[in-house]
C-alpha cells in the first residue's frame, strides 16, 4: 500500500569514474623556467558531453583544456579528459538531462582538478588550482540555448 502512495524515486548510481584522456605539454622548456617573472596568462575551456550506454547507463565525459602564456611563450598546456559510468532509472527525460550535464560533471570536476594540479606541478610550474565551476548554471545556459536555438529554426 506504501508503494502506491509513493512513486517510485528514482536511482542514481555511479558505475566506475575513469581518466579517458591525459596530455601535458611544455612547448618552452625549459627556457621557460628562467622567465623573471611568473606571472602567466591561464586560459580554462570546458565541455562535457553525455552517451547512452545499455541498461539505463550513461557515459559523461568532461574535457578540460588549460593554457598558461608568458608573454606570447606558452609555458604549459593540459587536456584531461575525465569520464564516468552512471546508471539512472526513474527519472523522466527532463531529470536526467540534469543529471547528465549538471550533477556527473560535478561528481567528474574534483579529478579533473587534482590531475591538472599534479601535471603542472610534476612539469616543475607553481600548483594550478582550478576555481569551483557552476555547472548548474552552465547547464541552465544550454538549455536556454538550445531552446533559442528551436526557436530561430520555427521562425524561418
Known amino acids: 500500500m506504501a508503494e502506491a502512495e509513493n512513486p517510485a524515486?528514482?536511482?542514481?548510481?555511479?558505475?566506475?569514474?575513469?581518466?579517458?584522456?591525459?596530455?601535458?605539454?611544455t612547448p618552452n622548456s625549459p627556457a621557460i623556467f628562467a622567465e623573471q617573472k611568473w606571472e602567466p596568462e591561464v586560459n580554462v575551456q570546458l565541455n562535457s558531453r553525455a552517451g547512452k550506454m545499455e541498461n539505463n547507463m550513461h557515459e559523461v565525459v568532461l574535457s578540460v583544456t588549460v593554457t598558461a602564456k608568458v608573454g606570447e611563450q606558452t609555458a604549459y598546456l593540459v587536456e584531461v579528459q575525465q569520464a564516468g559510468v552512471f546508471q539512472t532509472t526513474g527519472f523522466d527525460d527532463k531529470?536526467?538531462?540534469h543529471l547528465l550535464g549538471s550533477f556527473c560533471p560535478n561528481i567528474l570536476f574534483p579529478y579533473v582538478r587534482e590531475t591538472i594540479s599534479d601535471l603542472v606541478t610534476r612539469g616543475g610550474f607553481p600548483q594550478?588550482?582550478?576555481?569551483?565551476v557552476n555547472f548548474d548554471a552552465i547547464y541552465a545556459q544550454h538549455l536556454?540555448?538550445?531552446?533559442?536555438?528551436?526557436?530561430?529554426?520555427?521562425?524561418?
Open 9 to 25: 524515486q528514482g536511482q542514481f548510481s555511479i558505475q566506475k569514474i575513469y581518466t579517458k584522456d591525459v596530455s601535458f605539454e
Open 95 to 97: 531529470q536526467t538531462g
Open 128 to 132: 594550478m588550482l582550478l576555481q569551483p
Open 144 to 156: 536556454q540555448q538550445q531552446q533559442a536555438e528551436g526557436q530561430k529554426e520555427v521562425a524561418h
